[in-house]
């Protein structure tokens, strides 16, 4: 597929916003409810729950994604695609968790939706089917902020195939992309532009659709990272204009999976890596081997939870839990819109523990919060949070958050190039905690106390935490 024939966006420009409808947070009733769902967050630790602050790493996941794999496994376990009854109701839950992913993202099309290993495997896979349509000289455009898995597969072809990198750098005082500078990076051989919505490190939120629409006056691709934003925002692939979106749906409280969009028209002419029997239609020509379909049978009940809280926000007054149909008269009557007020109801209640994390961190002495802080620009970040703590190394503070029952990162989570950017390699990086919509203002608050119990004995000279 030649270059400009790649280059080329038919859609014209993205149309609509991202955000979705207004919501009220959940009441500390309806968190309390939201949490029942969630098996893990009944563990106990001396006494105490367990405080899961790791979700940046990866969310829990409701009863009810559980069920369905252990199901799908005791009832039909089949391979795709054979003439007895367990294959074809593999096919079914397969068609169907296709178009609820579909859904999640905006994408219009089922065959839009690709499913994989994780987001890293399949960005590999794009980039290699990408490269080979490039030709030494041509140009990639990568950032200082995003997660290595949207930076090192396009490096690889930079050896392979003499493709030239442009880099974008940040402003260290918060964490956000230098535009200027990515305008200056695009050109006349700048093919494409890979960047995330959201970092996974420090949280920024990336302007993807004033991003996207620079790209495509430059006649070039563009290639989203939503892994981070997935469990924070609605996704919406119209509205932003992108060409290929990807994210990992055990980020966003479902199981070990990667899911990838793609418009239809580059899915069905770029050349996949595949064995020869395999359909030439998307999605399946991406979708090497035998699918992994009790994950993806965990992944629709993951959409069905989502769909679950969206039903609350039509004014029924109903349980955010357990709901098997819809609310009031004013609830969302199709899956898109479900998850679209699921994902309004999650934004609204995670600024409350973003506000309040941003305060109560400000406090503990020798904490130096990093990215946007300012409270009133909230809407350009997501509730992660990253940070260092005076006299103490990531390490000693996460073994000691962890001592404690509280789940934390350290290091640099693979946003090698921001941590080396912001010159903290080799101090170890930062802590970073992250709030999902089923943590509370009290983990918070015990969070704090424990950082500020252990930059105490640090100051009182009492040794190391």
């Known amino acids: 597929m030649p270059a400009d024939r790649i280059a080329s966006h038919p859609s014209g420009p993205p149309a609509g916003p991202l955000e979705g409808p207004a919501a009220a947070p959940l009441t500390e009733a309806e968190v309390g409810a939201v949490r029942a769902q969630f098996p893990a967050l009944s563990r106990q630790h001396d006494g105490r729950p367990y405080v899961y602050l790791d979700g940046p790493g990866g969310t829990q996941v409701p009863r009810r994604t559980i069920d369905a794999m252990a199901d799908y496994l005791g009832r039909c376990n089949a391979n795709h695609e054979g003439a007895f009854p367990t294959s074809e109701e593999s096919d079914a839950m397969l068609a169907d968790v296709h178009a609820a992913a579909a859904d999640y993202v905006g994408a219009a099309d089922a065959g839009e939706v690709v499913f994989g ?122 509205a932003l204009g992108t060409d290929f979106l990807v994210c990992s749906p055990y980020k966003f409280f479902g199981p070990h999976l990667g899911l990838l969009y793609g418009r239809r028209d580059l899915l069905q002419n770029l050349t996949a890596y595949k064995v020869r029997p395999a359909t030439n239609e998307p999605p399946g020509k991406w979708e090497t081997g035998t699918p992994p379909a009790e994950s993806l049978a965990g992944l629709l009940a993951t959409f069905g939870y989502l769909e679950s809280l969206g039903e609350m926000s039509g004014g029924s007054g109903g349980s955010v839990v357990g709901a098997s149909g819809p609310g009031g008269a004013g609830a969302p009557t199709t899956r898109r819109a479900r998850l679209g007020a699921a994902m309004a109801v999650i934004g609204a209640t995670e600024r409350g523990l973003a506000r309040r994390a941003l305060r109560a961190l400000g406090d503990v002495p020798g904490l130096r919060l990093r990215g946007v802080v300012d409270p009133n620009r909230l809407a350009e970040r997501v509730p992660t949070f990253a940070f260092t703590l005076a006299g103490h190394s990531p390490r000693e503070v996460a073994t000691e958050l962890g001592r404690r029952g509280i789940a934390v990162w350290d290091g640099d989570y693979y946003a090698y190039e921001l941590i080396r950017a912001l010159g903290l390699a080799e101090s170890g990086g930062m802590v970073r905690v992250g709030f999902v919509h089923y943590n509370t203002a009290a983990e918070i608050d015990r969070l704090v106390e424990a950082l500020g119990e252990i930059a105490l004995r640090k100051s009182a000279g009492t040794g190391h935490a």
């Open 117 to 238: 290993q994780n987001m890293t495997t399949l960005t590999f896979a794009l980039s290699r089917a990408i490269g080979r349509t490039l030709k030494a000289g041509d140009e990639i455009v990568v950032t200082r902020l995003d997660h290595d898995a949207n930076v090192a597969p396009w490096l690889a072809l930079e050896e392979e195939r003499g493709i030239r990198m442009r880099w974008v750098g940040i402003h260290e005082e918060d964490c956000t992309l230098d535009l200027d500078g990515l305008e200056r990076s695009l050109g006349p051989r700048t093919r494409l532009v890979a960047v995330g919505l959201a970092s996974n490190a420090v949280g920024t939120l990336n302007p993807i659709r004033q991003i996207v629409e620079m790209a495509h006056a430059a006649g070039a691709l563009t290639y989203v990272d939503a892994v981070h934003a997935a469990p924070h925002v609605p996704l919406d692939v119209a």
